[in-house]
């Protein structure tokens, strides 16, 4: 077993749980990290033995671009698509950021990581 992870995905998106947040939008960063076995890409140079990242990301990519009104939903939206998409993926962790979330006081970003 393995992980494969894609990080510091970056998007513009419009989610919030507030209208305003949603018609602005805001920068979101998304980590994923999915368990897998690669043996047959480790052993055989074989792209059937993993998963392909540019699938990740694009399955990644249009979660994000959907509106939604929590991180918690994007991140279980990202894990049941990995899945669903790539059978040979035992488990998965995600970790959706906000920037500049909108509160009263300075915080960089808002985390929220959810895991299979």
Avoid at 31 to 43: G, I, P, R, T
Wanted: negative net charge; proline residues 3%.
């Amino acid at each position: 077993m393995a992980f494969v992870s894609l990080e510091g995905m970056e998007f513009y998106a419009h989610h919030g749980y507030h209208e305003e947040e949603r018609k602005i939008g805001n920068k979101y960063s998304v980590d994923v990290k999915m368990e897998l076995n690669v043996d047959l890409a480790a052993k055989e140079d074989k792209l059937e033995g993993t998963v392909d990242y540019e699938q990740v990301y694009q399955l990644i990519s249009k979660v994000m671009s959907k509106e939604a009104a929590l991180l918690e939903y994007l991140a279980n939206q990202i894990i049941e698509l990995l899945i669903s998409k790539f059978p040979q993926v035992k488990k998965v962790w995600v970790k959706v950021s906000k920037y500049n979330p909108p509160i009263q006081g300075l915080c960089h970003r808002a985390v929220v990581e959810l895991y299979s």
